[in-house]
């Protein structure tokens, strides 16, 4: 039995909860091997799991996901990314199915609803975006070609307010979700303008707290509203990656993000062997499954912003290190990474997994789609090391075509966007997966959230470029 984590013999509401979370998951704790260097682990049971989102798409949810009706969008994009993360693909008939329920959700105004008849909103935006990335295609009944760009960025613009953050709807509130959708999904369509992100980069910068971590909101330059948050951090930091096409262009002095102090918070989030290594969301607060991807997914992002990996050895200090008994110690404690790969891995494997199908929060939790796919979005982050590649970037900028109808100093940028969305490729050589090849998963693009594939095929039709095919 792994030791609590201490409470300074002061119990509190919060210790109490830790202990009794570090109590469901001890009977979850992976089991020593037949080496002192091999851990137990379940593997990643993909048929329970596929059982689970099948029968969802299918027959239908729950009667108690009644109140989920203004997430429809959400629902299907959950479970299509599911479907994808897992390596399934889907035939024809659903997958039209998938295009005509979220084309129903398109408002007559622009954007998209949580359901059919739904005022606009940018979250189901953004999942109906991403939703048709996965089953859509260009042509009559493709649904790409069905989107009303011009009313989308309409809409959009509608949203802007004078400190460069969006009103997540008309009459919404303000937060680095609903920016964050907007921005994904005006990359992923070829709506990006200056005039659109104007003054975003700072506001986003206006939105870190002094934990390092990102809170919802800030308003007009005021502090930042509430204490830092792995989802909206990871939302922050990606928007921030998809807005450097932007600050590359713009006058000093540029907004500038406290990264220290960033991955200080970040790394911070991952719980200890008790925990099994889980990411938390807050300080204080208990390990959560969808943190994962919120949190764990947070590290590409960074090294995209070049804060590398840091070497398993260090340079002045190559011997293997030995205990005050003369015995080899080994690297233990020193991981290939920024945080410990493999014990995320082990916290889904173990501890994610629901029985009767789909992923969840922790023990005594039931599965959901949003937790199924925030495990396999954090799960499938932690495997594969996804990177920017000077030499992809190379082989797009030498099939780029010149648009013709369209301003150069905006051309420019939209192609800077185009060149950074696409050039992640995958380092083999980084890969760490627990469980060996069946528990592999697809690699994901670190900022949108979507397979590589399905992010070229859209952005392909949306940029009127030819993709170059993948070498290797």
């Not at 969802?56 to 990314?81: E, I, K």
């Not at 990264?259 to 208990?286: E, H, T, Y």
């Not at 950074?420 to 380092?427: I, N, R, T």
Request: charged share 20%; net charge negative; aromatic share 10%.
């Amino acid at each position: 039995m792994l030791a609590y984590v201490p409470n300074d013999h002061f119990p509190s509401p919060t210790s109490i909860t830790q202990t009794e979370t570090e109590d469901s998951l001890a009977p979850f704790l992976p089991k020593s091997g037949d080496s002192s260097d091999e851990r137990a682990v379940p593997p990643l049971d993909r048929n329970v799991h596929l059982q689970y989102l099948v029968k969802n798409m299918v027959q239908g949810l729950p009667s108690r996901y009644t109140s989920f009706d203004a997430s429809q969008a959400w629902l299907l994009f959950w479970t299509l990314q599911s479907f994808a993360t897992l390596q399934i693909g889907m035939d024809p008939g659903n997958k039209q199915k998938a295009i005509n329920t979220i084309m129903a959700m398109q408002h007559p105004d622009g954007g998209f609803g949580g359901g059919p008849g739904q005022l606009p909103h940018l979250l189901p935006t953004y999942a109906s975006v991403c939703a048709l990335a996965i089953a859509g295609r260009p042509g009559e009944g493709g649904g790409w070609e069905q989107i009303d760009r011009g009313k989308l960025y309409n809409f959009f613009m509608s949203l802007k307010q004078p400190d460069g953050s969006f009103r997540v709807s008309t009459i919404g509130e303000v937060d680095t979700r609903g920016t964050y959708g907007l921005l994904c999904a005006a990359t992923l369509l070829n709506l990006l303008t200056p005039e659109l992100v104007e003054n975003t980069a700072q506001w986003i910068v206006d939105c870190q707290c002094y934990e390092g971590g990102f809170s919802s909101e800030s308003y007009l330059g005021s502090p930042p509203h509430g204490e830092a948050h792995g989802g909206y951090t990871f939302c922050g930091l990606a928007g921030w990656v998809m807005l450097q096409p932007f600050l590359s262009a713009a006058p000093e002095p540029k907004p500038q993000l406290n990264l220290k102090s960033l991955l200080r918070w970040l790394v911070q989030m991952q719980g200890l062997p008790a925990d099994i290594g889980g990411f938390r969301g807050r300080c204080n607060k208990l390990v959560d499954g969808c943190y994962s991807w919120w949190v764990g997914g947070s590290f590409a992002l960074l090294e995209t912003l070049g804060i590398n990996s840091p070497p398993t050895k260090s340079p002045e200090k190559t011997e293997i290190p030995v205990t005050s008994e003369g015995k080899e110690e080994g690297w233990e404690g020193h991981y290939d990474g920024l945080y410990d790969r493999a014990a995320i891995q082990e916290y889904i494997l173990c501890a994610g997994q629901h029985k009767p199908g789909g992923l969840r929060d922790k023990p005594g939790k039931n599965s959901d789609p949003y937790h199924t796919l925030s495990c396999l979005s954090g799960l499938s982050s932690a495997q594969h090391r996804v990177y920017e590649s000077k030499s992809r970037r190379e082989e797009l900028e030498s099939v780029w075509s010149e648009p013709q109808d369209i301003d150069p100093g905006l051309s420019k940028i939209r192609r800077e966007v185009f060149l950074q969305s696409l050039s992640y490729s995958e380092d083999p050589s980084g890969n760490v997966t627990v469980g060996g090849s069946p528990n592999r998963l697809n690699p994901q693009h670190p900022v949108f959230n979507l397979t590589m594939t399905h992010v070229e095929g859209i952005m392909g039709w949306s940029y009127g470029q030819q993709i170059p095919q993948r070498k290797g």
